[in-house]
């Protein structure tokens, strides 16, 4: 489990300095992002958004801070048609995690744009718009699973260089009892090995060779 360092800036008292207008709903504030009600509540959370809660226990967001993140979005955005940066798609519905792997990603200092999706309709949605090199994958999550987003994808990125990398709980004989997936396709176990991940994006921007040092 991550240790996030942020510290949750979500107050159970309206901020005497700003007027009601300066806040919005946590729905609302899902929409302007384009993220989960529950990527909100880990975001205020974890002090990525400005909150507080109303008498009868409900979040409101500060505008001040969405606009801040639509902002670094739009930024990201700028930059995701630069052809000299891989694109990395990470479909992973629980929000932590997704967290984990920007964190971390950032870090690394290579040639990457990040995008992220929270289910498998999300990342197909996602995998059309923007053609990432390197997609992770979890399996099981919501709304539509990760086999059935590899199923709908597969055929269509064989011999693209595109790579396929799953990142599960399950075993592989619960894979195999789901259908399992193609040997093409890299498997690792959670807990997140995010040494190893590096090491295929990084041999995928050296010279698309996959293999894993040891």
């Known amino acids: 489990m991550m240790v996030n360092p942020m510290k949750s800036t979500e107050s159970i008292n309206p901020p005497t300095s700003q007027a009601t207008e300066d806040f919005i709903s946590t729905q609302k504030a899902a929409d302007l ?28 967001i500060a505008v001040e801070s969405v606009n801040r993140l639509m902002q670094e979005q739009n930024q990201a955005k700028s930059t995701l048609n630069n052809p000299s940066r891989k694109k990395v798609l990470v479909v992973e519905d629980e929000p932590d995690l997704l967290e984990y792997y920007r964190l971390h990603m950032h870090s690394w200092q290579l040639p990457i744009n990040i995008i992220t999706a929270e289910n498998g ?94």
């Open 121 to 214: 309709f999300e990342g197909l949605m996602q995998i059309g718009q923007h053609n990432p090199d390197i997609i992770i994958t979890d399996l099981v999550m919501p709304d539509m699973d990760g086999f059935t987003m590899i199923q709908a994808i597969n055929q269509k990125i064989k011999n693209t260089g595109k790579k396929i990398i799953v990142v599960t709980r399950l075993n592989e004989k619960e894979i195999n009892n789901n259908g399992g997936l193609d040997e093409n396709i890299i498997v690792f176990q959670k807990p997140v090995p995010i040494k190893k991940i590096r090491q295929v994006i990084y041999n995928h921007i050296e010279n698309n060779n996959f293999r894993i040092r040891a």
């Open 33 to 60: 992002l384009g993220i989960s009600l529950r990527s909100v509540q880990y975001w205020v959370e974890n002090g990525k958004l400005n909150a507080w809660k109303t008498a009868g226990g409900h979040r409101r």
